[in-house]
């Protein structure tokens, strides 16, 4: 038996190593958003519901089993599932049932490594003398999230937290999943590709067209043959994960924990629109510094000084990290809105944008819509582009004939 201790992250928040057994659980809520509409509402049990207008945040099982799914436009849900009960979110309502939820957690382990909002993983090595087995905490888990949160729960347990994360999401709704050290193959190899982290529906395409629709086809093609298909980074990936193995990188030394960038503007007056082509210029930089150093960022800060030198600030923390330039830019421009008044009475005189909150990706890739080739598409070329051309070759229209702005030092984080 082995116990491992988490290491000590940059963040503060503990880091949960592979280990030789199946102490790592991936506890995680059903459809989060809609699970609380249903417990709040009886009327909604058991029937289809789906929560947001314009966009699917989440949609219960009932929905789910028409097809519906998040995020997806509201429309193309109604038509797949015209009896849905649509309701608008309650956030706050989902930040408690989130905080009753991590409190179970936190009485079930002190080692928790949260996710996101709904997801969780725990480590349970070590508490078996006190609390007895894994997969009995687990069953003791899913019971008191039940009973003091009233929201059903998967969990997953593994030696991994890849497995177990496959393996909560193969349990739901409302399972529990183990899977032992010695059948982590037999587990892994009958599902589908798209469960692996990092297939999303391009490369899932791209691997059906070449008849690899299990992860044990994936697994006894070999790195090479993958290797043609795919390209060499999401290759390796792959094939590691097929057999098994997760990538991640366990943590070492600290890295910084934001990144920021500034634009003086002088002391004349700027039209909005030209301020918010800085701002486009700024965020287009620092997302690729993000993605070069393979970091996501979870808070955006809006700095601002203004003609008489006093400063300001204005800053959102985003549910889940991104390194996604639109998700950056649509963030900034919402605090730079709320800043307008203020800028307008006093003048801009320097604009800076800074990202905090900073995880390294492969720590949180596993709750993101992964998909290289899909989500990001616009990103990663843009960001090929200027690696090759240099950083002026591709630039915003709005940007054109003002730069991307001269550096200045910046201002403390
Ligand atoms: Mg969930």
Known sequence: MSETTPAPTRSGRPRIEARAEASILHADLDSFYASVEQRDDPRLRGRPVIVGGGVVLAASYEAKALGVRTPMNGGAALRLCPHAIVVQPRMSAYAEASKAVFEVFRNTTPIVEGISIDEAFLDVSGLRRIAGEPIDIAHRLRAEVLEQVGLPISVGIARTKFLAKVASAVSK???????????????LHPLPVERLWGVGEVTARTLHDHGITRVGHLAELGEPVLRSILGPGAARHLFALSWARDPRRVETGRRRRSIGAQRALGRHLRPPDEIEAYLHGLTDRLGRRLRAADRVCRTVVLRMRFDDFTRATRSHTLPEATD???????????????????????????????????????????????????????????????????????????????????SVPLLPD
């Open 173 to 187: 709704p409302d399972g529990l999943r183990l899977v032992p050290p010695d059948g982590e193959l037999d587990f």
């Open 324 to 406: 996604h330039t639109e998700t950056i830019l649509r963030t900034a421009r919402t605090l730079l809105a709320t800043a307008t008044p203020m800028i307008q009475e006093r003048g801009l005189t320097l604009i800076g944008l800074a990202l905090t909150n900073l995880e390294d990706a492969d720590a949180v890739q596993l709750t993101l819509p992964f998909d290289p080739h899909a989500t990001n598409t616009l990103d990663s070329t843009l960001d090929n582009l200027r690696q090759r051309f240099g950083s002026t070759a591709v630039t915003r229209a709005a940007l054109i004939n003002r730069g991307e702005g001269i």
